[in-house]
C-alpha cells in the first residue's frame, strides 16, 4: 500500500500553469451529496432514473450484434459518422442546421471546454464570461492563465450593455478578447435565459470587435414554460455564420455517464480541435458513441425528453413555492423557466460559505457562489440545484436552509 505523503516532494518539477488549476467545488461537495441522509441541492445531477433500462440494454446488444468489431475500436478523432448525422437531428429541434464536418464529438462538456480554451488562450489573453459563469468553465479557462472579464447578469441574461462599455475599453487599449461565453438558456448557475434582444446584440458586438461566442446549449431543450428563444447560432447562420461557436452535451438528454459532448464550428477551426483532441485521447468512445446512435434512431428518445421535463418541473415549482413560502424578507432568488438551477442571493452581510457548515449539520448541501465566479465575487449568494431530490425531499430541504438563514439575520439584527 502506498504511503500518505503530504509534503510535496515534487514541486519544483511542476509546470507553472498548475498553480491555476483550480478544484471545483461542486465536485468536491458531490462526496457529500451521495450520502443518503443529505439532501442535496449541490450537484446538477440528471434523473436517470427514469431512463427505460430495458431499452438501453437492447441498444447495446444491438451495438455488440450488428458493429461489434467497430465499436469495440479505435474510432475517428471527429467523432463517429452515423452517431453525428442524429447529432444534425437533435439540433434541427432546436433551429440549427449543420453539416456533418463541422461538428466534432468531444468526452463530455467539459473536455468540449477545454478543448476550446486549449485552442484559443495565450498566457495572459482576455475572455469574456458571465458574472456568475458555470464554474467548470472559469476553471477550465483559469488553467491557460488568462484575464477573465466577468459581466453581471439579470433576470434577461448577460448585461449587454456593460459587456459592450468592457469591450470598447479594451479595444481602445489594444487588447483582443478571444471570446465571450455565455450559457444563454438557464444558465448554470443563474438560471436565467438570454434575451432575444440580447442575444441579437452580442451577437453583433462579436462581429464589431472580430472575436467570437461560445454558445453552450445543454439545457436547451429542458424549457418548462414559455416559447423557445432562437441561439445564437441560428441567428449567426442567418447572416455568416462566422462568428459562433456552439456546444453542447448528452449529459442532460441521456446519461451524463455516457461522456458525450460535441462542438459545432466553422471546419478550420474543427481541424485545430482535432489537433486537440489527438493530444488528449486521440478519439471519444466509439463504443458510447454508437450506442448514443441506437438511442437516437429511436423516436422514443423524446418522449425521454417529455418525461425529463415532468420531473424537473415539478421540481422546481416545489423549490420555487417553498422559497416563496419560507424565506425571509432580504432574500431573493431566480425564477428560471427550465434547467436545472435557482440562484440564490442572501443580505450581503451573510456568507453562504460559513453558512455551509450549519446547512451540513441540517443534513442539507449546496453550492457557495463564489465558485462561480473568476474573481471571488458571490459571498451571499448560491446556487440551489431542483434536479436531483424528490418535491417532498425540496420542501423538506429548503425548510431547513430558511430557518438556519432566518436565524443567521436573528443574530446579526441582534448585534447591530
Request: a positive charge; hydrophobic letters at 40%; glycine letters at 6%.
Amino acid at each position: 500500500m502506498s504511503k500518505k505523503i503530504t509534503f510535496d516532494f515534487w514541486k519544483h518539477l511542476y509546470a507553472d500553469r498548475v498553480e491555476n488549476m483550480y478544484s471545483s467545488e461542486i465536485r468536491d461537495l458531490l462526496s457529500l451529496s451521495v450520502r443518503p441522509d443529505i439532501i442535496s441541492f449541490a450537484g446538477g445531477n440528471p434523473e436517470v432514473r427514469s431512463l427505460n433500462l430495458s431499452k438501453l440494454e437492447k441498444y447495446i446488444k444491438r451495438s455488440l450484434m450488428v458493429e461489434g468489431s467497430t465499436s469495440l475500436q479505435y474510432g475517428s478523432s471527429e467523432g463517429y459518422y452515423p452517431f453525428k448525422t442524429r447529432l444534425i437531428d437533435v439540433m434541427r429541434l432546436e433551429k440549427i442546421e449543420v453539416d456533418e464536418e463541422d461538428i466534432i464529438v468531444t468526452t463530455g462538456g467539459q473536455q468540449a471546454l477545454d478543448l476550446l480554451a486549449k485552442i484559443f488562450i495565450n498566457t495572459g489573453d482576455y475572455v469574456m464570461v458571465e458574472a456568475p459563469s458555470y464554474a467548470g468553465a472559469v476553471n477550465s479557462f483559469k488553467s491557460y492563465q488568462p484575464n477573465i472579464v466577468g459581466v453581471e447578469v439579470d433576470e434577461k441574461g448577460i448585461k449587454v450593455n456593460i459587456a459592450e462599455e468592457r469591450l470598447k475599453e479594451l479595444a481602445r487599449k489594444g487588447i483582443q478578447v478571444k471570446f465571450i461565453y455565455v450559457v444563454p438558456n438557464f444558465s448554470n448557475p443563474s438560471g436565467v435565459t438570454l434575451s432575444l434582444e440580447r442575444r441579437k446584440k452580442i451577437l453583433k458586438l462579436a462581429k464589431k470587435y472580430n472575436t467570437v461566442i461560445i454558445e453552450d446549449n445543454p439545457y436547451g431543450m429542458l424549457r418548462y414554460e414559455g416559447s423557445p428563444i432562437p441561439c445564437i447560432k441560428e441567428l449567426d447562420a442567418a447572416e455568416d455564420d462566422m462568428n459562433v461557436i456552439y456546444m453542447s452535451t448528452l449529459s442532460k438528454l441521456l446519461a451524463p455517464g455516457f461522456r458525450i459532448g460535441w462542438i459545432v464550428a466553422p471546419h478550420l477551426i474543427i481541424q485545430k480541435l482535432t489537433l486537440g483532441v489527438q493530444a488528449a485521447d486521440l478519439c471519444t468512445s466509439t463504443f458510447s458513441q454508437r450506442i448514443a446512435f441506437e438511442y437516437f434512431s429511436d423516436p422514443g428518445w423524446i418522449d425521454n425528453i417529455k418525461s425529463f421535463i415532468n420531473i424537473y418541473s415539478e421540481r422546481r415549482d416545489a423549490m420555487l413555492e417553498t422559497l416563496a413560502e419560507t424565506f425571509p424578507p432580504g432574500c431573493s432568488w431566480s425564477q428560471p423557466k427550465g434547467g436545472f438551477f435557482i440562484w440564490l442571493k442572501l443580505p450581503e452581510y451573510l456568507n453562504s460559505k460559513e453558512l455551509l457548515a450549519d446547512a451540513i449539520r441540517g443534513k442539507v448541501a449546496y453550492i457557495p457562489g463564489t465558485g462561480f465566479y473568476a474573481d471571488g465575487r458571490g459571498k451571499n449568494e448560491a446556487r440551489l440545484a431542483f434536479c436531483s431530490e424528490s418535491p417532498e425531499n425540496i420542501r423538506k430541504g429548503i425548510k431547513i436552509l430558511s430557518t438556519i438563514i432566518k436565524e443567521k439575520i436573528r443574530l446579526y439584527k441582534s448585534f447591530k
